[in-house]
């Protein structure tokens, strides 16, 4: 095979590459936590924040099938299940913070159990960060160390082998009430 032909042919190989990378980036719906609850649920605003299951007819495990297998990306706060001084390796990710340790937790459906590809190095608990990965709708059980004990916490959404990346915000986050004791866990908006 003569020089030009092999360069031409790794030429090749490189653009179907990048190619397919890009056709993979484009198959990603990136989501927001509504899409996680039934349409009909309310808001947590319309809970009167915190929402948490107890106050919802299905108790929050009314899960969204039509993302099943779907590469989704979806921001939130992480709050770390398992780690290793700053290395997480498995997290919860909540719609807003302070759900789970601060205050009561959300429903199972508005929260999403993430197991990094890589450790994830974590510089504080509620990093907001960005998801990417296949969603998987499954009610899992997950131990959390809190300060004043123990808590299991239900997630209805898995997300394995995600890929993590720290955002400066959250798109659709959930805000404390202003005179919420846990005001000061709002992050600052850009």
Known sequence: M????KSCAAMTAVLLFAASGADAA???AHIFWKDLRPATQAVAGDANLPMIASRLPDHGETLSLNLQDKTIQLA???LPVDRDGDLVYQFLLVPWT????HMPTPPPNQI???TPARPYKMKEAYEPVAVTGVLQPGM???QLFILDGVSIVQSGYTVRKAEVARVDSVPDTVALPLNSPWNFLNKKKN
Do not use: N, Q
């Open 2 to 5: 003569s020089k030009r032909l």
């Open 98 to 101: 302070g759900a789970c340790s």
């Open 112 to 114: 999403v159990l993430v």
């Open 76 to 78: 939130g706060y992480a």
């Open 140 to 142: 899992e059980k997950s």
């Open 26 to 28: 484009a198959d990603i």
